[in-house]
Structure formats: structure tokens, C-alpha cells
């Protein structure tokens, strides 16, 4: 029935308070050089911030750290350019072998363009997968929830939408954006995940399947 499966990076395929953290360490490392403490506890915050509520974490440690705003254009292009110290969950390399003997294997992940293929290389993912869709390549406005870059990959992958799965984490771009291309969707809830607990809000749709672990995904197609 389905020829083709397609997944989120982003807390789908690693873990990305992974990638928060080498990035705030990159940060905390020219802080550090700056004279505004050490790195450790500039990282602490910067987590703290992050997690407590994503907007604007460098324009809060400037007021914590009481350094010049003028450093957080500087420090954004720090954080964006670093080489990401990140990894492959633990199930990718299992499993994404298995399912692509059956189906087509492609990425659709959104952000800004050269953040994301840092990522990519990083994880050295792309060998187990047929296609990838950076959807900043094809403009902001063209960033999830928008169909076009779940469309996109479904024709890289040679499939209709109506024969593909998307499996993300986050509801409003990954669930909503799957159901607006017309893919079945499944969410999954990795724990420690950003969007690993809380339900979707009452204006947006839930998605066909939940797991906790790719694992679960075979078993999900199985019995479809």
C-alpha cells in the first residue's frame, strides 16, 4: 500500500537538544574568551532559556551575562556556522536499512538551508536515504506546515502522497504539514523530545498513528 516513507530530522532521526548544546558550547567557548565567565555556566543558561521558552535565548543572556547586544549578531552566526557534535538515534541505523528494502526512504526537514545540510553531514544520514528536501531552498514561505516540500520529496521518491507516511515530531508543521500534502502521518514522541509531550491544539488535526521509537514503526506499517 505504501511505497514510500518520509521523515523529519529534526528529534525524528537524532535527538536535537544534541545539536542545541554543541552550538551553545561553540557560544559559551567565545564568551568565555570575551571574559564573561565560564562556559559551562553560560551553556546552563542558554539550555535554561531554550527550554523554558525558545525566542531570543542570547538577547536573555545578554541581560543575564550583561554583555553588548551588539555580540548577538556575531553570536547567531557563531551558533549557526559550528560543526554540529550530534549522532544518529540509536534505532536509525536499524531500522532505516530494514524499511528501505520495501519503500523509498526520503528527508523533508525545514530551517535555514546551511544549518540543516550541517546537520545532514554531520549525521552522515543521506546514505540511507533516497531523497532529501531542504525546504528553505525553495524559500521561508515554503517552510512546513506548506505542502510543497512533502510534495517535492514524494516526487523525488517516484510516489503520490496517498502512498506515503511522514513521521515527525512536532504537530503543527510535521502533522498539519503532512495532512495539508495529503500524506498519512504518524508522530513520534521520542522521550526527552521538544514536542514529546502535549497534545494538538483543537485547530489542528492529530496524526493517524503515534510510536515512541522507529521500531514501533514497522509494526505500524505491518498491520496497515
Given amino acids: 500500500m505504501f511505497r514510500a516513507i518520509l521523515f523529519d530530522l529534526d528529534d525524528t532521526l537524532y535527538e536535537e537538544r544534541q545539536f542545541f548544546r554543541s552550538g551553545f558550547l561553540a557560544v559559551g567557548e567565545v564568551l568565555e574568551r570575551r571574559g564573561m565567565g565560564p562556559r559551562a555556566i553560560t551553556v546552563e543558561l542558554l539550555e535554561h532559556f531554550h527550554h523554558a521558552e525558545r525566542p531570543r535565548v542570547l538577547q536573555k543572556l545578554a541581560q543575564r551575562l550583561s554583555f553588548p547586544s551588539e555580540w548577538i549578531p556575531e553570536?547567531?552566526?557563531?551558533?549557526?556556522?559550528?560543526?554540529?557534535?550530534?549522532?544518529?538515534?540509536?534505532?536509525?541505523?536499524?531500522?532505516?536499512?530494514?524499511?528501505?528494502?520495501?519503500?523509498?526512504?526520503?528527508?523533508?526537514?525545514?530551517?535555514?538551508?546551511?544549518?540543516?545540510?550541517?546537520?545532514?553531514?554531520?549525521?552522515?544520514?543521506?546514505?540511507?536515504?533516497?531523497?532529501?528536501?531542504?525546504?528553505?531552498?525553495?524559500?521561508?514561505?515554503?517552510?512546513?506546515p506548506h505542502p510543497f516540500p512533502f510534495q517535492k520529496c514524494c516526487e523525488l521518491l517516484g510516489s503520490l502522497p496517498?502512498?506515503?507516511?511522514?513521521?515527525?515530531?512536532?504537530?503543527?508543521?510535521?502533522?498539519?504539514?503532512?495532512?495539508?500534502?495529503?500524506?498519512?502521518?504518524?508522530?513520534?514522541r521520542r522521550p526527552g523530545g521538544y514536542f514529546s509531550s502535549g497534545e494538538a491544539s483543537p485547530s489542528e488535526p492529530g496524526a493517524d498513528f503515534e510510536i515512541q521509537n522507529l521500531a514501533e514503526l514497522e509494526r505500524v506499517i505491518g498491520n496497515l
Fill in 162 to 188: 496517498s502512498e506515503s507516511i511522514f513521521v515527525g515530531d512536532n504537530p503543527q508543521r510535521d502533522m498539519l504539514g503532512a495532512r495539508n500534502a495529503g500524506l498519512y502521518s504518524v508522530r513520534i
Fill in 75 to 144: 553570536l547567531v552566526t557563531v551558533f549557526r556556522s559550528h560543526t554540529p557534535a550530534i549522532r544518529l538515534a540509536d534505532d536509525v541505523r536499524e531500522v532505516l536499512p530494514r524499511l528501505r528494502t520495501r519503500h523509498k526512504l526520503g528527508c523533508v526537514t525545514d530551517g535555514w538551508a546551511s544549518v540543516q545540510r550541517a546537520k545532514l553531514r554531520a549525521l552522515d544520514v543521506e546514505p540511507l536515504l533516497d531523497a532529501v528536501v531542504v525546504a528553505d531552498d525553495f524559500g521561508r514561505e515554503r517552510w512546513k
